[in-house]
Antibody, heavy 121, light 107 residues
């Protein structure tokens, strides 16, 4: 079955960076875009950015530009999200999500299980 | 960016009854609207896309309607697994945006 499995929880200090991995299986990795979405405690989801795993092209929300890097390793069907210059406001669960249709509109099915990132001194 | 507003914030419903959830967009998103269900401690799961199309494996008790700025998700005969938080998401334009959610709780 189609599955996205993310790396484990992280605790980081303010100013540090975090890198989250997302291992895809059950479908052709390069045919579907991968997006990253985060969810702060008690809040709705917040879209961060998008990556085409075939070309490596990316685009991100304005608020994350300059500190969000999305990459992939097609040989191991894994996507990565790195967020730098962390502050306490970056404490959230981070999700990777597969765009449902090949090169289709950006609604997501399925999502990874989520990675909790805590930023604390 | 397009702001998505969901109402009500919380809906109290008895098992077996129906629930109607609303989502309003600050500007038209055509039919580029998805609904997700999120159970505690889990990732969101796609229910509806293109405003009214059920995703694969989603039972017929879930239905979506609307276009432009006003959308509705109706859940008939609520089951135990349906007591959760529901989010709408627009994908008409960048940045993608989500609503703040409606929590459906047991009455």
């Amino acid at each position: 079955q189609v599955q996205l499995v993310q790396s484990g929880a992280e605790v980081k200090k303010p100013g540090a960076s975090v890198k989250v991995s997302c291992k895809a299986s059950g479908y052709t990795f390069t045919n579907h875009d991968i997006d990253w979405v985060r969810q702060a405690p008690g809040q709705g989801p917040e879209w961060m950015g998008w990556m085409n795993p075939d070309s490596g092209n990316t685009a991100s929300a304005q608020k994350f530009r300059g500190r969000l890097t999305m990459t992939r390793d097609t040989s191991i069907t894994t996507a990565y999200m790195e967020l730098s210059s962390l502050t306490s406001e970056d404490t959230a669960v981070y999700y990777c999500a597969k765009v449902a249709q090949p090169r289709g509109d950006n609604y997501f099915d399925p999502w990874g299980q989520g990675t909790l990132v805590i930023v604390s001194s | 960016e397009k702001v998505m507003t969901q109402s009500p914030g919380t809906l109290s419903v008895s098992p077996g009854e129906s629930a109607t959830l609303s989502c309003r967009a600050s500007e038209s998103v055509s039919i580029k609207l998805a609904w997700y269900r999120q159970r505690p401690g889990q990732a969101p799961r796609l229910l509806i896309y293109d405003a009214s199309t059920r995703a694969t494996g989603i039972p017929a008790r879930f239905s979506g309607s609307g276009s432009g700025t006003e959308f509705t998700l109706t859940i008939n005969s609520l089951q135990s697994e349906d007591f959760a938080v529901y989010y709408c998401q627009q994908y008409n334009s960048w940045p993608l945006t989500f609503g703040g959610g409606t929590k459906v709780e047991i009455k």
